[in-house]
């Protein structure tokens, strides 16, 4: 698209001076995926308008399925039940099953009531399988092969198939037997460039990399992206295949997982998007919000039982924050390498060892750097040089143990099965604020003669 | 891989009592991709031993292309020039372009003067392309086509390319012109079901989505992502194809991006990997440490202005790190939402004053709750109600301030052509700490009497 916001203006005057014909040429042009961005800034009544043209031109599906989670619920307020219905009713399996997880609640039952009681039957049997599995985001939609067809017969079958849907997207095609249990997959250019007469069950590629209906959908992206895999087909505990999830279905579940990621370091909830209404945003931002007010006031009591120190040395309360801060960036850089390494499987818990005795020597090096810079900067202000080497000796000891809990505090929830990217940094926040103010006034109360 | 860590054991013990044979068939049932974790525990003999065996099995490249860099660096460490040279030479040219760049600077000229001349030359003209550009991450090797084909022809051409090369990534064959110019993309299903007289000219989607040669990387993933594409041809300005690129590839660009942008939030270099160096994780963490430093001495510098009002209520250095932690905390989760959008695209400049006024709106509310619980504490604790409504005040303005400028740096970063990841977080926590400082011991100052 040349310019959105260009293309975003002209469209909104062209609905207000009811050119609803020339609206809907200009709709056209744009392709779904860049829908989004440009709906995020329509009145819901301009929301309306652009789905009914949507509609029309028999876009409004693949449309909706493209859409970020916030516009997507502005999209739906937008919208009445019959209309959501009907445009849900057109989508693949697994794109609907996805959107109707999506609606509100208080609307969810309404709607799913509307669709034709095909579709309502196959999403509630994609519902038995357990949330984000490869259950739920398969699609069902695939080409299964009699090993004994040859690769003509088996062509001739994707061309009985093919003509209308243009699904492209057949890149495999998998060989069963008589119960449908997997037995291998033909690329589809290996039927291409084979004898005609040859048997798929020559042809094929026997045992590929499958998933179970079961597997949680981060696997199952983990497991393409590590084989470079364009699909895998999905099997049950007897080896019966039921679907496949291709490549860019997994390109989307990796993307939210690095959002995940990034969301759990600050402790965001998914759910929680630019353009969420502000009360979803805060509802899901204060518990988080709450609990670090509980740890501030951890640090806060550790302060606290240095009241007297402070009284006797003001200066100490100017640099204090020096120190915690500076261990809460070391614990926070150590956490977020070790974290990324979990994440992309870099990491096993044999080789964590190696990575916290890594992050502690690290540490070290950079607290005796930076804690020798602070404390010429600290002589230099206060003039003091026994409270230089105070910060010093403070910000060794708070960075070595920033380091030290920074990685080891992700590996840990690792092996006790949680998500290491969640909760981990409120964890070593805590400690390295702790740490910070504890080592900083510690050392000063024990040497308090020699400063002021 | 049932047990990485079960299958590493064994593998040493059998590589330490010199089976290799047996060290060899445990070898080659490891997939190429999961070698990487059992390498990073290997010592540097190993290693050398490993790769001697994956050498025989001819599998040495693949497993190669498939490190992450921190192990990559350590097996290159562990392989002389002539047989990393050897391994190298049988990569496909984007991969091999790929190693070649990640080798350590003092072997990289002696390694790529081992390489054959023919692949030296594709090499060097890979080189030219600007750095991350789609030309250096292409592919050069796809299947060209005449308009005039028919399909059958075109499947002929196929086969007659095919047998050795099991390339089943084989999706697209594009349509040229005389000069090499694509016309047209002919997705191979469509040819495998068309009528075998049918011309490629007539099968062929007329201008598909596209990439230039210097096209970002970055832009290219998004583009596959975006249209759900499984491979992008790359032109140049003259509309002539010269390769193209998979979603495979792809999906390890958007990984890397994602890691980028996590690492961003924490200053850490791409680089800094789990297993670098320790010397290599210090030099590329102490200038962001630095900068850090600085700004943590600017706080300390404006709590310095109010030495005189904690010398009189001490109770406020115990406090005030509760301030500037919760607004540091509010303006990390307004940065992490807003910077998350931009990168995923759902977020256009026009949307971002609406962005930014909803982060505020979130910020005055998050404030005054928690403000609220930390008044009521501060009170409880201290049995001092005016030293509650300080906090109270404080925090809601901070908070304020922090979901403002959270939400403000980097769409502005953007607007200015940075990238909104990088810088915005020390921006960002510069303010909240000096707002949180200067806001809770300004309003103390201001009501000194009544406090203490």
Do not use: C, K
């Given at each position: 698209m040349a310019n959105p916001e260009l293309t975003t203006r002209i469209l909104r005057r062209l609905l207000a001076s009811g050119m609803t014909a020339r609206a809907g040429r200009i709709v056209a042009r744009v392709h779904p995926a860049d829908l989004g961005p440009m709906?995020?800034?329509?009145?819901?009544?301009?929301?309306?308008?652009?789905?009914?043209?949507l509609f029309e031109q028999r876009r409004a599906a693949e449309t909706l399925s493209e859409l970020p989670p916030d516009i997507f619920r502005q999209v739906v307020d937008a919208l009445d039940d019959e209309r959501l219905a009907a445009v849900l009713a057109r989508l693949d399996i697994d794109d609907m099953l996805a959107l109707v997880e999506e609606l509100p609640e208080?609307?969810?039952?309404?709607?799913?009531?509307?669709l034709p009681e095909e579709r309502r039957r196959d999403l509630e049997k994609m519902e038995l399988y357990p949330e984000?599995?490869?259950?739920?985001?398969?699609n069902t939609d695939f080409v299964a092969l009699d090993a004994k067809m040859t690769a003509e017969e088996a062509i001739d079958h994707v061309r009985a198939l093919g003509g209308d849907s243009e699904s492209e997207s057949i890149l495999y095609l998998y060989v069963v037997d008589d119960e449908a249990r997997l037995l291998g997959v033909v690329p589809i250019r290996r039927l291409v460039t084979a004898a005609p007469s040859r048997a798929c069950g020559d042809l094929m590629v026997r045992d590929p990399v499958s998933v179970q209906v079961d597997t949680d959908q981060e696997e199952v992206a983990a497991i393409v992206a590590r084989y470079n895999l364009l699909a895998?087909?999905?099997?049950?505990?007897?080896?019966?295949?039921?679907?496949?999830?291709?490549?860019?279905?997994?390109?989307?579940?990796?993307?939210?997982?690095?959002?995940?990621?990034?969301?759990?370091?600050?402790?965001?909830?998914?759910?929680?998007?630019v353009?969420?209404?502000?009360h979803l945003s805060v509802k899901k931002r204060l518990p988080w919000m709450v609990v670090n007010l509980g740890t501030a006031f951890l640090a806060a009591w550790i302060v606290g039982l240095f009241e007297r120190t402070i009284e006797e040395v003001v200066l100490l309360a100017v640099f204090m924050p020096v120190v915690a801060g500076m261990?809460?960036?070391?614990?926070?850089?150590?956490?977020?390498?070790?974290?990324?390494?979990?994440?992309?499987?870099?990491?096993?818990?044999?080789?964590?060892?190696?990575?916290?005795s890594k992050e502690l020597a690290v540490g070290v090096t950079v607290g005796a750097a930076t804690g020798l810079l602070a404390a010429g900067f600290v002589y230099v202000w206060g003039g003091q040089p026994f409270l230089g080497v105070v910060v010093f000796a403070a910000m060794l000891v708070s960075l070595a143990v920033a380091g030290l809990v920074g990685a080891a505090v992700p590996l840990a929830l690792k092996a006790a099965n949680y998500d290491p990217a969640l909760g981990s940094s409120v964890i070593v926040t805590t400690f390295t604020d702790a740490c910070g103010f504890f080592s900083f006034l510690g050392i000063a109360t024990l040497f308090l003669d020699r400063l002021g």
């Open positions: 709906l995020a800034v329509l009145t819901p009544d301009e929301i309306r308008s652009v789905t009914d043209l208080e609307r969810h039952d309404d709607i799913v009531a509307l984000s599995s490869a259950g739920r985001v398969m895998v087909p999905v099997i049950d505990g007897t080896g019966r295949m039921h679907g496949l999830i291709t490549v860019d279905d997994v390109i989307d579940v990796i993307q939210e997982e690095a959002t995940e990621d990034i969301y759990n370091l600050a402790g965001l909830s998914e759910e929680d998007r353009f969420s209404p502000i261990a809460g960036n070391g614990g926070t850089q150590a956490l977020t390498v070790v974290a990324r390494g979990i994440a992309l499987g870099e990491l096993e818990f044999s080789s964590g060892m190696r990575a916290v």
